[in-house]
C-alpha cells in the first residue's frame, strides 16, 4: 500500500533563512507527487506537483526515485510562507489523494 | 464559477444525531471525495466517487454514508454522530484520471464538526 511520510511536524525558521520540508513515499509504481498548502483560515490548496517541475511561490520539489522522496524547498523564506503543508501521492490510474500528515511551517520576522 | 462549496461552515450536534453535510461543484468533475482533518493525522479519505452513480469507501469510512445521484453533488451523511466524528470535513473534487494534466483536486472551505 502507498504511504507518505513527513517526518517532522512543526519546523520555524526566521524571514530569510532556507527551508526544506521533507516528504517520503512508498509506493512500488510510478507516484504523482503534490504539495498542497493551507494557509491560516483557507482552503487546501495545490502548491505544485512534480510532473510541472515548476517553482511557485518561490518553491521547488525534485521526485528523486532512487530515495523515494519529494522534498520541499525554498532557498529564503518569507512570513507568508507561514503554513501548513501536506505532501500528497496518486498512483497511477487512480483519482485518489494519499496525504502525510502535514507539517506547520512557521516564519518569524 | 464558485468552486467547490460546502454547508454548513460550523456545526455542533449531540451524540446520537444524523445530519448531512452538503458538498457541491460547479466544474462538470467526475471525482469527487470527503476527507476528515484532524490534529496530527493529516488528512484522510472517507468516501470517494468517480462520476454520478458509483461511490466507494476510503480510508476511514465507517459511521459515514455517502450517495452521487448528480455530477455537481456529494452529501456525506452520519448515521448517529459520535464524539469520535469531531472533525474538520473537507470535500474536493477534480477531473478524472483519465484528463491527464488537469488532476489537481480543488477543495471546498470546510465544515468544522463538534460532537457532544
Known amino acids: 500500500a502507498q504511504r507518505v511520510t513527513q517526518p517532522e511536524k512543526l519546523l520555524s525558521v526566521f524571514k530569510g533563512a532556507p527551508v526544506e520540508l521533507k516528504c517520503n513515499y512508498s509506493?512500488?509504481?510510478?507516484?504523482?507527487l503534490f504539495w498542497y498548502v493551507q494557509y491560516s483560515r483557507q482552503r487546501l490548496q495545490l502548491l505544485l506537483r512534480?510532473?510541472s517541475r515548476e517553482s511557485i511561490k518561490g518553491f521547488t520539489a525534485d521526485l528523486n526515485k532512487g530515495e523515494t522522496s519529494f522534498h520541499l524547498k525554498k532557498p529564503f523564506a518569507q512570513e507568508e510562507d507561514s503554513a501548513m503543508y501536506y505532501c500528497?501521492?496518486?498512483?497511477?490510474?487512480?483519482?485518489?489523494?494519499?496525504f502525510g500528515k502535514g507539517m506547520k511551517l512557521t516564519v518569524n520576522p | 464559477n464558485a468552486g467547490v462549496t460546502q454547508t454548513p461552515k460550523f456545526q455542533v450536534l449531540k451524540t446520537g444525531q444524523s445530519m448531512t453535510l452538503q458538498c457541491a461543484q460547479d466544474?462538470?468533475?467526475?471525482?469527487m471525495s470527503w476527507y476528515r482533518q484532524d490534529p496530527g493525522m493529516g488528512l484522510r479519505l472517507i468516501h470517494y466517487?468517480?462520476?454520478?452513480?458509483?461511490?466507494d469507501q476510503g480510508e476511514v469510512p465507517n459511521g459515514y454514508n455517502v450517495s452521487r445521484s448528480t455530477t455537481e453533488d456529494f452529501p456525506l451523511r452520519l448515521l448517529s454522530a459520535a464524539p469520535s466524528q469531531t472533525s474538520v470535513y473537507f470535500c474536493?473534487?477534480?477531473?478524472?484520471?483519465?484528463?491527464?494534466?488537469?488532476?489537481?483536486?480543488?477543495f471546498g472551505p470546510g465544515t468544522r464538526l463538534t460532537v457532544l
Open positions: 500528497a501521492l496518486k498512483k497511477g490510474g487512480s483519482e485518489k489523494l494519499v
Open positions: 466544474m462538470n468533475h467526475e471525482y
Open positions: 466517487s468517480v462520476g454520478a452513480g458509483i461511490t
Open positions: 474536493a473534487s477534480s477531473y478524472s484520471v483519465l484528463a491527464w494534466g488537469k488532476n489537481e483536486q480543488f
Open positions: 509506493y512500488s509504481g510510478s507516484p504523482e
Open positions: 512534480h510532473i
